[in-house]
């Protein structure tokens, strides 16, 4: 069956600190994986995508992803987090070409304390 | 960016009416759009693609008749809950494509009574 697993569904950090947040995915096939983030009372957004290439991404506002394939794995990490970052993110999966059937996970929710 | 509209942003209705959401792109137009439905503490689960101008794809599970997509231009798409029930209360959010990528609406939350 095809799915998302996130592992932590509650962060409490400290500003400053590293983030690194856990996703792994069932998925037979090729895949593209995303990264959203939705901020309070916003939209969800893309924080960053993987489609082929270097399996190390970098997205918008120091974050990044690597692609570990052998471990089905989409980490997303942020060396040092800032207040702004209190948000929930969600890891999602997809077939390849098939870009806007995503299966998500159940979202991490961050806390960043000031 | 873009930008995706999605209305309302909460409703509540007494059990058997109908609920029709709104999704339009506002600055794109996008032939194909996405509806989701979130339940509490879950993740979020695609219920159907919308096809501008044919007939939406659903997934296993979700019921045509009960969740009724039109796309009817490329700017806007819309889902409507027939005779909705407690058990259709829900998150319910739509995403629009433009090229490669997936901008979302706001959401509705739907609260059956």
């Known amino acids: 069956a095809q799915s998302v697993s996130q592992h932590n569904h509650h962060v409490i950090l400290s500003e400053a600190a590293s983030l690194e947040l856990g996703c792994n995915y069932s998925?037979?096939?090729?895949?593209?994986l995303f990264w959203y983030v939705q901020y309070p009372g916003q939209h969800l957004q893309l924080l960053l995508k993987?489609?082929?290439?270097?399996?190390l991404v970098k997205g918008i506002k120091g974050f990044e992803a690597e692609f570990i394939k052998s471990k089905f794995s989409f980490n997303l990490r942020k060396p040092s987090v800032q207040w702004s970052d209190t948000a929930e993110y969600f890891c999602?999966?997809?077939?390849?070409?098939?870009?806007?059937?995503?299966?998500f996970g159940q979202g991490t929710t961050l806390q960043v304390k000031p | 960016g873009a930008v995706v509209s999605q209305h309302p942003s909460w409703v509540i209705c007494k059990s058997g009416t109908s609920v029709k959401i709104e999704c339009r792109s506002l600055?794109?137009?996008?032939?194909?759009m996405f509806w989701y439905r979130q339940f509490p503490k879950q993740s979020l689960m695609l219920m159907a693609t919308?096809?501008?101008?044919?007939?939406?794809?659903?997934e296993q599970g979700v019921e045509k008749d009960k969740f009724l997509i039109n796309h009817a231009s490329l700017t806007l798409s819309t889902l409507t809950v027939t005779s909705a029930h407690p058990e259709d209360s829900s998150f319910y959010i739509c995403?629009?494509?433009?090229?490669?990528?997936?901008?979302f609406g706001s959401g509705t939350q739907l609260s059956v009574l």
């Open positions: 999602a999966v997809s077939g390849s070409g098939n870009t806007g059937k995503l299966i």
């Open positions: 998925y037979g096939g090729t895949v593209n």
């Open positions: 995403s629009a494509r433009k090229g490669e990528k997936l901008f």
């Open positions: 600055d794109f137009q996008a032939t194909t």
């Open positions: 993987y489609f082929s290439g270097d399996p």
């Open positions: 919308s096809n501008e101008g044919s007939k939406a794809t659903y």
